[in-house]
Nanobody, 124 residues
C-alpha cells in the first residue's frame, strides 16, 4: 500500500504562483511514477505532469509546459509541483497519484494509488 497526501493548494490571483506537495508513505519503493492530475468542475480528470522513480523521465500536459515544474525528493518521499503564471483555467482540484506498473502512462486508469486532492483556485 502507498499513501499519498497533497498539500499547498489555495487561492491565488492570475499570474501568481503556488507550490503543491505530495508526500508518499507506506511501500513507496513499489511505485514507478508519480503524477499530478486535476479535475475542474463539470470536467473529466486530466493529466498534468509525471515524474518517474529515478527522475530522468518527466512529462507535461501541453497547456502547462513552461509554467509548471514537477520535481521529486526521494529522501523525503515527496513530489512537488511548482505552478507559475497561473491562469483562470488552472482552477481545479489537484490530485497526485502513484503508478506501480512497468509502463509509464498519462492515463488516470493506470494509477493505483491516489491522494485526497487539494483545491487550487485562480482568481482574476
Amino acid at each position: 500500500q502507498v499513501q499519498l497526501v497533497e498539500s499547498g493548494g489555495g487561492l491565488v490571483q492570475a499570474g501568481g504562483s503556488l507550490s503543491l506537495s505530495c508526500a508518499a508513505s507506506g511501500r513507496t519503493a513499489r511505485w514507478s511514477a508519480i503524477a499530478w492530475f486535476r479535475q475542474a468542475p463539470g470536467k473529466e480528470r486530466e493529466f498534468v505532469a509525471l515524474v518517474n522513480w529515478s527522475g530522468n523521465v518527466i512529462q507535461y500536459e501541453d497547456s502547462v509546459k513552461g509554467r509548471f515544474t514537477i520535481s521529486r525528493d526521494n529522501a523525503k518521499n515527496t513530489v512537488y509541483l511548482q505552478m507559475n503564471s497561473l491562469k483562470l483555467e488552472d482552477t481545479a482540484i489537484y490530485y497526485c497519484a502513484a503508478d506501480v506498473g512497468l509502463v509509464l502512462s498519462t492515463a488516470s486508469s493506470a494509477y493505483d494509488y491516489w491522494g485526497q486532492g487539494t483545491q487550487v483556485t485562480v482568481s482574476s
